[in-house]
C-alpha cells in the first residue's frame, strides 16, 4: 500500500521476476547477450541513485526480491512472471523453483506464474497439466519470440498453441500474459505484429490476455487490436521507467492507452529486477499529464489506483482491503471507456 | 589517419545516409548506427552497430544489406564489407553478406520468401505518420478543423521539411504528389470520407508517437551501450589509408 497526500493505494506489481544471470548459469554468448540487454535497460531508464552493480543485477535472491518489492516497494501483491530461456541458461533464466518455492511461502503477497512452450507437443501438453495441479496457476506468461531447437519463435494462432489455450480454459488457468520478442519464424514477418493476439483472444472470449510492455514497439497496433477486444489488457512493464527517463513520452504512452483500452485494463508493473517498483510506484503517483500535451485529459486518483493495483487485483481475485477499493470495482467492463474503444 | 574527411569518404557517407531503419525511419548514419569506416586502395570496411544484441535479425540484415547496395552503387570502392558488431547473428549475417548469400541464403530455412512485405509494412507506418504531422501542423497553423481536413490536398500544405518528408514517403509506397491529391489517406492511399478522417487521424497520432518513441529508446540504449555515441551520429570513426586520395 502507498499513501500520499490523504490517499491509500492498493499496489499490484504484475511482473515480477528472480533470475540468475551469473556466468555460472549461461549456457552460451546469447545468455550473456541478454542479461547485457537486460542491464542496459536498467542503467538507461533508470534514476542514476537507483542503478545497481553488475554483479548484483545478474543475482540478487529472494530476500533482496522481497524488501525492494514489498518492504520498501510498496506492493501489496506481486505476479512472478516466468521467463524459461532453456536454451540461453543452464537452469533457466527465471529461476522457477525458487519463484514458486517463494510464492508458495508467502501466497498472501506473491503469485507464481509459469510458462509453456507450444513446441512441445503433447508432452508439453502433460507437463502443463502436472504444473497447473502442483502450482495452482491461475495465469501463464508465455515468450513468444523464445529460441527452441532450430525454432525461433511461434505465433499465438498456430494450431498447438491453441490446443494448449484450450488446455488452459480447462485447467482454470485464465490469465494469459504474452510478451512478443524480436524474433519469429519466417523472418519475413514482423514478429512483434500482435495480429495473433487479436485472433486469439477473438475465439478464447474466458481467457484474459496481458500483452506485456503494452506491445512495444509496436504500441500503435497494440491499441487497434486491443480497442476491439473486450479480454485484451496491457501490462507497464518497460513502458513504466519512461515516467523517469521520459516523462512526456509516457504521458503520450499513458494517454493513448487511456484513449484506445480505457481505464480498467491497463496493469502497472516493473518488471523487477529490470527496476525497482519504489519510485516508480512514487513517480507514477506523483505524475500528471503535462501542459503541452492538451489532447490527453489530466490523469485521475482513481485512474491511477485502478492501474496500481485495483485491476490486476480484479483479474486475479485479490482480496483487496475496503478502504482501498473504488466506489465502483475497478475492472468493470460496463464502466465508460474512451472514444477510441467505442469507435 | 583517423576523421581526415575526404571526398571519397564524404561519398561513403553520403550512400551509408540513404539507408534507413525501416522501423525508426530515420538513416543509420544520424542514428550512430554506423560505427566505423574504413578505405583502403582496394575496398571499403564498413562496421555497424545496433542498440542491443536483441535487435530484431530481418531488419539488422535489412541495414546490412541496404549499406553494401548503397557501396556499391557508388563505384570505384573496389571491394566492399559490411560487417554487423555484437549482434546475436552477427555470424550469420556477416556470413551471408560476404558470400552475397541474400537474404533467404542467409537465414536459411528460417526465411520463406523475401523482406519486401516487412519492408511494405514499415514505409506505410512512416506514411502514415508524415501524414499525422502534415495535419496535425494545418490544425496548428490555420482555421481549419478535423472536419475539413478529407478536402486538404498536396496544395494546400505549407512548404517545409514536413511536406518534403510526406512526399517522399508517398513515392515510396507508390502514391502521387500531384498538387490536387488529398493528403488524408487510408492505409491503401484512397481518399478517406469526412466522417472517416478523425479515427484514422487518431490512430496515426499513435503511429507517430511510437516510431518517435521507438527511436528515442533506440538511440538511448545505443549511447548507453557504446560510450563514444554522440547525440548527432558524428561518432564514426574514420580511417583514409587510400595511397592517393
Known sequence: MYEKNGEKYYVVDAHVHLWDGRESNLKNVHGKQFIDCFYDYHRN??????????????????????????????????????????DFYKTGFGQTEEAFGLASKHPDKLTYNHAYDP???????????????????????????????????????EPWSRRYLEECLKLGIKNIHVHKGPTIRPLDRDAFDVADIDKVATDYLDLNFVVEHVGLPRLEDFCWIATQESNVYGGLAVAMPFVHARPKYFAQIIGELLYWLGEDK???????????????????????????????????????????????????DLDVPQELRLPTDAGDTSVEVAAGARA | MTAVATSVVDEIVAALSTVT???????????????????????????????????????????ASDSVDALRRVGGLGRVVVLLDDHHDSDKINAGLAADAGYVGTFGVEAETSLDELRRIFRHK???????????????DSAMTVDDLHQVTLADLREGPHKEALLRRRVA?????????????????????ADAVPLRLRFAKAVRISIEGNSHFCRGLLATRYADVEPDGSSIRVTNARSTS
Open chain 2, 173 to 193: 509506397i507508390g502514391l502521387g504528389v500531384h498538387p490536387d491529391d488529398p493528403v488524408l489517406v487510408d492505409e491503401d492511399g484512397a481518399p478517406l470520407a
Open chain 1, 45 to 86: 531508464l533508470s534514476p542514476e541513485d537507483e542503478v545497481w552493480d553488475y554483479d548484483t543485477y545478474t543475482y540478487y535472491g529472494a530476500d533482496r526480491l522481497m524488501k525492494d518489492v514489498f518492504d520498501d516497494g510498496y506492493a501489496d501483491h506481486a505476479i512472478f512472471q516466468a521467463t524459461l530461456l532453456s
Open chain 2, 21 to 63: 531503419d525501416p522501423e525508426l525511419d530515420e538513416p543509420i548514419t544520424t542514428l550512430g548506427f554506423v560505427r566505423s569506416i574504413r578505405v583502403d586502395d582496394t575496398k571499403v570496411v564498413v562496421h555497424l552497430r545496433l542498440p542491443t544484441s536483441f535487435c530484431s535479425p530481418n531488419f539488422a540484415y535489412l541495414m
Open chain 1, 119 to 157: 513446441r512441445n507437443g503433447e508432452e508439453g501438453l502433460e507437463q502443463l497439466r502436472r504444473d497447473a495441479e502442483r502450482m495452482n496457476l491461475k495465469g501463464v506468461k508465455l515468450y513468444t519470440a523464445e529460441w527452441h531447437g532450430d525454432s525461433r519463435g511461434y505465433k499465438l494462432d
Open chain 1, 266 to 316: 491497463i496493469l502497472f508493473a516493473s518488471d523487477y529486477a529490470l527496476w525497482t517498483p519504489q519510485w516508480l510506484v512514487e513517480k507514477f503517483v506523483d505524475f500528471q499529464i503535462p501542459a503541452d500535451l492538451p489532447e490527453y485529459a489530466p490523469i485521475t486518483t482513481a485512474q491511477k489506483k485502478k492501474i496500481l493495483g485495483l485491476n490486476a487485483a480484479a483479474l486475479y
Open chain 2, 126 to 140: 512512416a506514411h502514415t505518420a508524415a501524414m499525422e504531422r502534415c495535419a496535425e501542423a494545418l490544425l496548428k
